[in-house]
Protein backbone atom coordinates (compact mmCIF):
# COMPACT_ATOMS: atom_id res chain seq x y z
CA UNK A 1 0.00 0.00 0.00
CA UNK A 2 1.28 3.32 -1.00
CA UNK A 3 1.34 6.36 1.77
CA UNK A 4 -1.36 8.27 -0.59
CA UNK A 5 -3.58 5.05 -0.45
CA UNK A 6 -3.00 4.45 3.60
CA UNK A 7 -4.05 8.72 3.99
CA UNK A 8 -7.25 7.86 1.27
CA UNK A 9 -8.51 5.51 3.33
CA UNK A 10 -9.34 8.03 6.39
CA UNK A 11 -11.01 9.78 3.95
CA UNK A 12 -12.89 7.18 1.96
CA UNK A 13 -14.07 5.91 5.65
CA UNK A 14 -14.98 9.27 6.51
CA UNK A 15 -17.72 8.94 3.33
CA UNK A 16 -18.66 5.67 4.79
CA UNK A 17 -19.70 6.99 7.90
CA UNK A 18 -21.15 9.97 6.70
CA UNK A 19 -23.55 7.79 4.36
CA UNK A 20 -24.40 5.34 7.65
CA UNK A 21 -25.20 8.66 9.36
CA UNK A 22 -27.20 9.35 6.68
CA UNK A 23 -29.19 6.11 6.67
CA UNK A 24 -29.70 6.18 10.78
CA UNK A 25 -31.22 9.66 10.35
CA UNK A 26 -33.64 8.20 7.63
CA UNK A 27 -34.84 5.00 8.94
CA UNK A 28 -35.62 7.07 12.48
CA UNK A 29 -37.62 9.09 10.69
CA UNK A 30 -39.33 6.56 9.07
CA UNK A 31 -39.99 4.45 12.50
CA UNK A 32 -40.94 7.95 13.87
CA UNK A 33 -43.34 8.99 11.59
CA UNK A 34 -44.59 4.84 11.61
CA UNK A 35 -45.27 5.49 15.56
CA UNK A 36 -47.14 8.56 14.94
CA UNK A 37 -48.82 6.98 12.37
CA UNK A 38 -49.98 4.13 14.51
CA UNK A 39 -50.81 6.13 17.36
CA UNK A 40 -53.85 7.75 15.85
CA UNK A 41 -55.16 4.60 14.90
CA UNK A 42 -56.47 1.73 16.55
CA UNK A 43 -53.54 -0.35 17.52
CA UNK A 44 -53.70 -3.92 17.90
CA UNK A 45 -51.01 -6.18 19.67
CA UNK A 46 -48.95 -6.76 16.43
CA UNK A 47 -48.62 -3.15 15.53
CA UNK A 48 -47.13 -2.60 18.81
CA UNK A 49 -44.90 -5.77 18.31
CA UNK A 50 -43.50 -4.26 14.90
CA UNK A 51 -42.99 -1.02 16.60
CA UNK A 52 -41.29 -2.31 18.89
CA UNK A 53 -39.12 -4.55 16.15
CA UNK A 54 -38.23 -1.77 14.40
CA UNK A 55 -36.31 0.07 17.53
CA UNK A 56 -34.66 -2.99 18.22
CA UNK A 57 -33.49 -3.03 14.42
CA UNK A 58 -32.60 0.87 15.04
CA UNK A 59 -30.57 0.04 17.56
CA UNK A 60 -28.71 -1.97 15.91
CA UNK A 61 -27.73 0.26 13.19
CA UNK A 62 -27.01 2.97 15.80
CA UNK A 63 -24.12 -0.01 17.38
CA UNK A 64 -22.94 0.43 13.31
CA UNK A 65 -22.60 3.96 13.26
CA UNK A 66 -20.70 3.86 16.69
CA UNK A 67 -18.42 1.06 15.25
CA UNK A 68 -17.57 2.90 11.76
CA UNK A 69 -16.78 5.82 14.21
CA UNK A 70 -14.71 4.01 16.50
CA UNK A 71 -12.89 3.28 13.14
CA UNK A 72 -12.70 6.74 11.75
CA UNK A 73 -11.01 7.50 15.08
CA UNK A 74 -8.36 5.21 15.27
CA UNK A 75 -7.79 5.81 11.54
CA UNK A 76 -7.26 9.43 12.42
CA UNK A 77 -5.16 8.91 15.09
CA UNK A 78 -3.13 6.62 13.75
CA UNK A 79 -2.24 9.00 10.85
CA UNK A 80 -1.88 11.96 12.65
CA UNK A 81 0.91 10.38 14.97
CA UNK A 82 2.86 9.73 11.16
CA UNK A 83 1.93 13.34 9.85
CA UNK A 84 3.24 14.80 13.03
CA UNK A 85 6.71 13.01 12.11
CA UNK A 86 6.96 15.72 9.50
CA UNK A 87 9.70 18.07 9.88
CA UNK A 88 8.11 20.70 7.78
CA UNK A 89 5.26 22.37 9.11
CA UNK A 90 3.68 23.20 5.75
CA UNK A 91 3.63 19.75 4.82
CA UNK A 92 1.87 18.80 7.90
CA UNK A 93 -0.44 21.32 7.42
CA UNK A 94 -1.36 20.07 3.99
CA UNK A 95 -1.77 16.23 4.63
CA UNK A 96 -3.96 17.55 7.97
CA UNK A 97 -6.61 19.28 5.91
CA UNK A 98 -6.99 16.77 3.68
CA UNK A 99 -6.45 13.81 5.22
CA UNK A 100 -8.05 14.39 8.90
CA UNK A 101 -9.76 17.34 8.33
CA UNK A 102 -11.45 16.12 4.73
CA UNK A 103 -10.88 19.87 3.26
CA UNK A 104 -11.22 20.51 -0.42
CA UNK A 105 -8.59 21.46 -2.39
CA UNK A 106 -9.50 25.13 -2.79
CA UNK A 107 -10.44 25.35 0.77
CA UNK A 108 -7.07 24.12 1.69
CA UNK A 109 -5.62 26.46 -0.59
CA UNK A 110 -7.30 28.96 0.88
CA UNK A 111 -6.77 28.31 4.54
CA UNK A 112 -2.80 28.38 3.88
CA UNK A 113 -2.61 31.17 1.38
CA UNK A 114 -1.27 29.40 -1.47
CA UNK A 115 -2.26 28.88 -5.14
CA UNK A 116 -3.80 25.41 -5.99
CA UNK A 117 -0.53 24.83 -8.14
CA UNK A 118 1.33 25.66 -4.69
CA UNK A 119 -0.85 23.40 -2.63
CA UNK A 120 -0.24 20.05 -4.95
CA UNK A 121 3.35 21.20 -5.57
CA UNK A 122 3.57 20.74 -1.53
CA UNK A 123 0.98 17.85 -1.72
CA UNK A 124 3.11 16.05 -3.58
CA UNK A 125 6.35 17.17 -1.13
CA UNK A 126 4.32 16.37 2.09
CA UNK A 127 3.62 12.46 0.23
CA UNK A 128 7.27 12.07 -0.58
CA UNK A 129 7.90 12.78 2.81
CA UNK A 130 5.52 10.64 4.72
CA UNK A 131 5.83 7.49 2.46
CA UNK A 132 9.32 7.48 3.86
CA UNK A 133 7.62 7.32 7.39
CA UNK A 134 4.89 5.23 6.25
CA UNK A 135 7.70 2.42 5.19
CA UNK A 136 9.39 3.37 8.03
CA UNK A 137 7.05 2.34 10.81
CA UNK A 138 3.63 1.17 9.81
CA UNK A 139 4.46 -0.84 6.49
CA UNK A 140 6.62 -3.63 8.66
CA UNK A 141 4.01 -3.98 10.95
CA UNK A 142 1.28 -4.93 8.42
Same mark, same amino acid.
Given at each position: ?????? %? #????? $??????? +????????? +? !?? %??????? %????? =?????????????????????????? !???? !????? *????? $???? !? $?? $?? *????????? #????? &???? &???? =?????? #???????? *?? &????????????
Amino acid at each position: MTAKEY %L #NRIRN $QNHVLKQ +TEYELAEIR +T !DI %LSLRCSS %LSEHV =SGTKNSDTADKYIRLEKYMERVNAEW !DKLI !DMRME *AKSLI $QGLP !D $QH $QR *AVLYARYIN #NKRWE &DIAM &DLNY =SWRGVF #NLHGQALR *AF &DKLYHEVIAPLK
